[in-house]
């Protein structure tokens, strides 16, 4: 049985969808994508997704009654606020204006259980590319928003630029400090064509760019290098059309993998930004949404947050072939600079085996995508995954401070952890820090002594001063002299159980 839109909405989620009016038990008979440039013949029970429209505007208006007098299911689009009712009681889907189109189309796909349509070969991103190099005259490539790339046409001149994005398969780094320099990406950013002149950017020979876009969203850019001598104005406005043809192309790539398959993994991803979508991951992942599951981030080492995007969607792809090749059941997608995997784990024998293959995936792929791993501990229901990407975030971030490399298991660190969150509660209270340990500090600052050294070594030793005299070089009886001096400078006292937890939990929170 078809789903509704009462059916979608659940599945999107408070995460993604802001408002729901009209009719919320409309069935869903297919799914079609119509844009104010390009729209479509609207059919009886299609919901319609409209990139580009906005909610109150005149095209909205009319989209509105043509949907409504073909007897649509409803509309999909993006805003903040709630539509005014309309005669047919058409349901109007308002979703989170920062939401990804191809997120979206992908989750709506799997959210009505409809089968993917057809993927001709005319809309292949190449065949596009040699579209648009045919209709505009001259070489194209295209870069999707983090910069890699998405595709090519045939034809000369071949530039440095060209030929190193073309090898590299994503933009010299170099170039895009130039661009960025030079204004181009805000311009770009801001909805213009921009036109450089040979060199302009060093190592660019003459360009015009355009964004392809869905609304205010940019899901490409495309590079013509134009080689007709025609007004280039002319030349300009065909770049125009072009990306307007584009955008529907590549929103049908985003929401569909190779050949027509669906992006099952729309659904994981929607699940990891808060929409209610765990029963479509427990579905892909064959088990029970409440039968335990591990999390897994791969966050790219670098500190350029163009390159860390860029290396986040890198680690995805080769994480999915690496699954694919070795028979891993796991979904996987990727947020701004991270790439995410979940595996079911019912046991510690399964959870095992999670660690084996994040440990090899991270070994295989740390030379062509350095990043750090961090794997979480096992929690029982998919639900959850929102909170528990929260917490590996921040053991991400953790790993990242304490210059952690290579792979961490969240079960060895997890008393690290939570000492870090009594650290960021004691900084936002200053006064439990103050003390016995502030005033050591203040001592070996002034007076070139090293008590809070001694201290933290006492401590990791559990009070073993033989420990203590060999990991700081000292003889035990000046270890000794130093912790009862520490007790005396400090105003504490080690016999006291009290003073005892305080002054090694601050030493802990401040060293």
């Known amino acids: 049985m078809s789903s509704t839109v009462a059916d979608v909405a659940e599945r999107l989620g408070p995460a993604l969808l802001v408002s729901l009016t009209g009719v919320p038990e409309a069935r869903i008979a297919d799914l079609v994508t119509t844009d104010p440039a390009f729209p479509i013949v609207i059919a009886a029970h299609a919901l319609v997704v409209a990139p580009g429209y906005r909610l109150d505007e ?6 509105v009654a043509e949907a409504g007098a073909a007897g649509a299911a409803g509309i999909v689009l993006k805003g903040h606020s709630t539509p005014r009712p309309n005669p047919w009681d058409l349901a109007i889907l308002v979703i989170e204006p ?24 005319e809309d292949s991103l ?8 045919s209709l505009c005259g001259g070489p194209v490539v295209l870069h999707d928003p983090a910069w890699q790339l998405l595709a090519y ?14 090898l590299g398969r994503r933009a010299p780094t170099r170039a895009l400090d130039g661009l960025s320099a030079a204004g181009v990406l805000e311009r770009l950013d801001r909805g213009e064509v921009v036109r450089l002149a040979d060199d302009e950017v060093p190592g ?15 899901l490409a850019t495309i590079w013509l290098q134009p080689t007709e001598l025609e007004p280039p104005a002319d030349i300009e406005e065909r770049l125009r059309r072009a990306a307007d043809v584009a955008a529907l192309t590549l929103l049908r790539h985003a929401a569909f993998g190779p050949g027509g398959v669906i992006a099952g993994d729309a659904a994981f991803t929607a699940l990891l930004a808060g929409s209610r979508t765990e029963r479509i ?6 088990v029970d949404g409440e039968g335990g599951f591990v999390l897994a981030g791969l966050r790219p080492t670098t500190t350029d947050a163009r390159d860390r995007a860029a290396t986040a969607r890198r680690l995805l792809s080769l994480a999915r072939s690496h699954c694919d090749a070795y028979r891993v059941t796991a979904q996987a997608a990727v947020g701004v600079d991270t790439a995410y995997l979940v595996f079911a784990c019912a046991d510690a024998e399964q959870r095992q085996h999670a660690v084996r293959v994040v440990t090899d995936m991270y070994a295989r792929l740390q030379t062509s995508a350095p990043h750090r791993a961090m794997v979480s501990s096992t929690y029982r229901a998919l639900a959850e995954t929102p909170t528990i990407r929260q917490t590996v975030d921040e053991l991400l971030e953790l790993s990242e401070r304490r210059g952690w490399s290579g792979l961490t298991d969240s079960d060895d660190v997890d008393a690290t952890w939570r000492l870090q969150q009594f650290r960021e509660v004691a900084l936002a209270h200053p006064s439990l820090l103050s003390g016995p340990v502030v005033r050591l500090a203040e001592h070996d600052r002034t007076q070139g002594t090293e008590f809070v050294t001694t201290m933290r070594a006492y401590f990791d030793s559990v009070g073993d001063v033989k420990a203590v005299g060999a990991q700081l070089g000292l003889h035990q009886n000046t270890v000794r002299y130093r912790v009862n001096k520490a007790q005396e400078i400090g105003r504490f006292s080690l016999d006291r159980p009290d003073e005892r937890l305080l002054v090694e939990l601050q030493v802990r929170l401040l060293t």
């Open 126 to 133: 190449f065949g596009l590319a040699e579209a648009i190099a």
């Open 98 to 121: 920062n939401a990804d189109w191809g997120q979206v189309l992908a989750l709506l796909r799997t959210a009505t259980a409809l089968n993917s349509p057809t993927v001709y070969p």
């Open 58 to 63: 005149e095209q909205f208006n009319k989209l």
């Open 281 to 286: 991951v427990a579905e892909q992942l064959g």
């Open 153 to 166: 046409s045939g034809g000369q001149p071949m530039d440095d630029v060209r030929n190193e994005a073309i």
């Open 204 to 218: 660019l020979s003459r360009r015009i760019a355009v964004a392809a876009r869905a609304g205010a969203e940019v």
